[in-house]
């Protein structure tokens, strides 16, 4: 399935998540012009777990900044702005958008971290969005578990029509698929399943339940649930 909205109101205009999503898009663009230059310019700027401890640790900082806005083709970029564009709004308008900017970088960070920590041997640069999208994915989770998101089926990749189903099912499936790769690729030595840096993912998800837990905690109480009929 592929999330194309989530059926519930936001109370303000998201315009941290359209700024990130603008960013990225402006990034690629510049991406697209450097040509035969973008392999080494993503050596150069972003995340490589093999270099983290050699590099100067203000480099290390930046280098898991900037691999939050780089991604490696179209696919990649539209993919997870789609994601963020659908989830993203809900987060902020809950959040406010100084604390939605903070938790989108944290869960960024986080997610960078947990990939290198656990692919330390690879020297492959990560690149993408979706980590500090899964942190979003994670908050969704805990916020809005009985929202009902419409998405496309897909069969073989293939849209064969439309369906709803709550959030907590949705999400929880997207987390447990991701575990579960996690796992595989622990077993399998590789730092990646088929080119996802997946507990990038896991990284960030679960980053993004527990700053949510702690937020609404201490800073603002849990959102009334839709209801489940």
């Not at 999330?3 to 936001?10: A, F, G, M, Q, S």
Request: proline share 4%; hydrophobic share 55%.
């Amino acid at each position: 399935m592929f999330p194309i909205k989530v059926l519930r109101d936001t109370e303000r205009i998201p315009y941290v998540t359209y700024a990130i999503i603008v960013i990225n898009v402006l990034v690629f663009l510049w991406e697209l012009s450097l040509g035969m230059q973008l392999g080494q310019t993503f050596n150069d700027l972003a995340v490589v777990p093999c270099t983290i401890g050699g590099d100067p640790i203000v480099d290390t900082i930046l280098d898991f900044a900037r691999s939050m806005f780089l991604h490696g083709s179209w696919v990649h970029l539209i993919g997870n702005m789609a994601f963020l564009l659908v989830f993203g709004p809900h987060i902020e308008s809950f959040m406010g958008r100084k604390w939605f900017l903070l938790f989108y970088l944290l869960a960024g960070y986080a997610a960078s971290f947990a990939h290198a920590l656990l692919n330390s041997w690879s020297c492959a640069p990560t690149v993408g969005a979706s980590g500090a999208i899964s942190g979003i994915l994670g908050s969704y989770l805990l916020l809005y578990p009985t929202t009902r998101i419409r998405s496309v089926v897909l069969l073989y990749r293939i849209p064969v029509g439309t369906a709803e189903l709550h959030a907590f099912y949705m999400l929880l499936y997207i987390f447990l698929l991701d575990l579960i790769d996690g796992i595989g690729q622990l077993a399998a030595d590789s730092f990646t399943i088929g080119g996802v840096a997946v507990w990038a993912h896991v990284g960030g998800f679960v980053t993004g339940a527990a700053f949510t837990f702690l937020f609404t905690a201490f800073v603002k109480p849990l959102p009334k649930w839709d209801s489940l009929d």
